[in-house]
């Protein structure tokens, strides 16, 4: 059996569309534009393709994009400032601050500092509380995204039995926690999961966000399992180039399961078409203009 793959990008091709149409309502509806702030602070090149990317997707969506750069030696408290100024500034609808931010600064403070209503990334704690409660609230982009991709394979979730492997609080735990209120079974794994192999062909969806590459073998996988690879990894390819490859072993994968998103182009880019929509809902609620919940 050779399975389907998942094509994420024309799937964020389309989502992106979705959102470019309402933010074009949007425009109409509230006299201005949605707008999402991004904050980079320091040089780290992957960083800088990340802001750039993101900052051109949200200009072709129709939406303002406003990019402030900071040195990386620059005191926290002027990051705190900025945000803070972000914060009251009503052209702003989103937030995010690029991550990982340089050593001197503490993460938590300053993703605490960002008002939840603009924390269009969803990692401010209290958008973590609202999901884990089951509040209104912004979601983390990545595994919304999965969700997204698995709802539209797989339809109705409910009852199936869901491995996460990976607990992070960026993916893992909101990935867990959406598959859950999808009525999914869910098992999350890890470091010190016993029989991961075990425990992984249990599953009729497999989300993968481990980091470590080409782990998940397709012994690994119940024969028409649904697996979503998060795993993005830089291995030597040949000819000594560097190469992009998931969690998952792809090839192996691909003769087991029924679907299976490729690295790159499953997960990855529907990253950014979900921090385009966080920030699209993020302006309706800033403003008070209703949208329909299955909108995007
Ligand atoms: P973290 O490093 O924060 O978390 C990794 C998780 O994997 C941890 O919970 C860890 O367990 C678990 N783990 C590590 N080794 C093993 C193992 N041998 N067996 C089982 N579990 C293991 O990573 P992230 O969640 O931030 O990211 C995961 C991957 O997803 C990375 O490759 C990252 O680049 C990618 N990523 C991709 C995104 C995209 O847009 N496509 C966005 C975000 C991340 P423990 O908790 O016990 O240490």
Request: net charge negative; with cysteine; aromatic share 4%.
């Amino acid at each position: 059996m050779t399975a389907e793959k998942i094509d994420g990008k024309a799937f964020a091709a389309s989502l992106r569309e979705t959102v470019g149409r309402y933010a074009a309502e949007f425009e109409r509806k509230a006299n201005r534009k949605a707008g999402l702030a991004v904050v980079l602070v320091g040089e780290d090149p992957a960083s800088q393709v990340y802001v750039r990317s993101k900052g051109k997707s949200t200009v072709e969506a129709g939406m303002n994009s406003f990019e402030f750069r900071m040195d990386a030696d620059t005191p926290e408290q002027a990051l705190l400032d900025k945000i803070d100024s972000l914060n009251r500034d009503d052209a702003v609808d989103g937030i995010l601050v690029q991550l990982p931010l340089p050593k001197h600064m503490d993460e938590a403070k300053v993703i605490a500092t960002i008002n939840p209503d603009k924390d269009v990334d969803g990692f401010h704690v209290i958008n973590a509380g609202r999901l884990a409660v089951g509040q209104e609230g912004f979601v983390p982009c990545t595994p919304l995204g999965c969700l997204m991709l698995l709802e539209d394979r797989l339809g109705d979730l409910s009852g199936k039995e869901a491995v996460v492997i990976g607990r992070s609080n960026i993916v893992g735990k909101p990935m867990a926690q959406l598959l859950t209120d999808a009525n999914a079974t869910v098992t999350i794994a890890h470091s010190r999961t016993k029989d991961l192999p075990g425990v992984v062909r249990r599953a009729d969806i497999v989300v993968a966000a481990v980091g470590r590459p080409e782990m998940v073998k397709g012994d690994w996988l119940k024969p028409g399992a649904v697996v979503i690879d998060v795993g993005i990894n830089r291995i030597e390819g040949e000819g000594g180039k560097g190469k992009l490859v998931g969690d998952v072993d792809y090839q192996e994968a691909m003769q087991v399961a029924s679907a299976v998103t490729p690295v790159p182009g499953g997960v990855g880019p529907m990253t950014i078409a979900v921090l385009l929509r966080n920030t699209l809902v993020a302006a309706y609620r800033q403003e008070g203009i209703a949208l329909d919940k299955d909108a995007l």
